[in-house]
């Protein structure tokens, strides 16, 4: 419903060659340089989770927007809209962890913009970064997937969706779970260092890695085969979803990335990304095929297949 009310109503009225890519950001040329551009807004509940809060999440979202576009995150502005009556306590260290995560990234927070709103307008506190950065490995495009090419996950899945439903529902699993939430582009730079075979890479944010992967064989001449025994999924993740339900291969993940390679390269690749602590649960978890165009499929354990399809609800809503 929200790739339909994207493409229904914005595309439509919008209509111009960079919105079209919907890509994570967007590559602009001013003068000589290639510059990425993004604007992400942050409406989770609860507002601090295992692992993090908005603030941090905020800044991992954009500056991981802009690295999976090639680029070295350099700027962000900060909009705030904060509701009436929100505890100053709260706001101190949902502003200190904005920071703490803007200097662990290596990028400047240079503009910004705050509203106060009347009690029960928002939700305690909403936020809007957007970020820029000057692209330094140009060429990133579904355009060059090759059949052969691997698909590899940077860590296991669906870890900030259960630390988010852990806070919210009061739930306690066999396992504690945090948040994935981090900024990766230290992680992805090493990565894009390695190879130079890198076709597209994407973070699998809402909607999670079946998602993401739908929206990159959309339209497409080929088709993602996935090995159901290659996916990683942490142990209190897969305690969680066998107790409630949920599919891992959907949940959000706010500290990951995916990255389509050339198979030569993605033995090279895995070992620099294990290399970094965000990166050591890294694995190659299926390849680009011609079989089934257009299509996610996986081989399931017991040696079946399934089409891993476009959901068509969210499992978890207001989870970034």
């Keep these: 419903m929200m790739h339909s009310l994207i493409d229904s109503f914005f595309l439509k009225e919008f209509d111009n060659k960079i919105l079209k890519r919907k890509s994570d950001s967007a590559v602009i040329k001013i003068g000589a340089e290639d510059i990425a551009f993004t604007t992400d807004s942050y409406v989770v509940n609860p507002i601090i989770f295992p692992g ?7 800044v991992h979202g954009t500056v991981n927007d802009l690295s999976v576009c090639g680029a ?10 904060i509701e009436e009556g929100l505890d100053k306590k709260t706001l101190a260290e949902i502003t200190k962890s904005i920071s703490a995560a803007a200097k662990a990234a290596g990028v400047l927070i240079v503009t910004g913009d705050t509203k106060v709103v009347e009690k029960g ?4 506190i909403f936020i809007n970064i957007s970020g820029i950065g000057k692209v330094y490995y140009p060429g990133l495009s579904g355009d060059r997937i090759r059949p052969g090419d691997a698909v590899i996950v940077s860590g296991s899945l669906g870890e900030h969706a259960i630390a988010v439903l852990s806070k919210r529902e009061g739930i306690s699993f066999g396992t504690d779970v945090l948040s994935d939430s981090a900024s990766l582009n230290m992680l992805i730079a090493g990565a894009l260092k390695a190879s130079r075979n890198i076709r597209l890479m994407r973070d699998p944010t809402r909607g999670g890695l079946g ?5 990159i064989v959309t339209g497409g001449k080929f088709g993602i085969a996935l090995e159901e025994k290659d ?4 142990e209190g993740v897969r305690e969680a979803c066998e107790l409630l339900g949920f599919d891992p291969l959907y949940l959000a993940c706010e500290g990951r990335a995916i990255i389509i390679a050339a198979p030569q390269d993605a033995a090279k690749i895995i070992k620099v990304l294990r290399r970094d602590r965000l990166g050591r649960g890294s694995k ?4 680009v095929t011609f079989d089934h165009k257009g299509k996610v499929y996986m ?16 499992q978890l ?3 970034c």
Excluded at 52 to 58: F, P, Y
Excluded at 72 to 81: A, I, W
């Design 121 to 124: 307008s928002c939700d305690k």
């Design 299 to 314: 081989k399931t354990s017991s040696g079946g297949l399934r089409l891993v399809d476009m959901p068509s609800g969210e």
């Design 317 to 319: 809503p207001r989870i």
């Design 231 to 234: 996916i990683p999924v942490s």
């Design 211 to 215: 998602t993401t992967l739908n929206e």
């Design 284 to 287: 190659i978890i299926g390849r």
């Design 72 to 81: 070295k995150p350099l700027y962000l502005s900060l909009g705030l809209v």
């Design 52 to 58: 993090g809060n908005i603030g941090s999440l905020a």
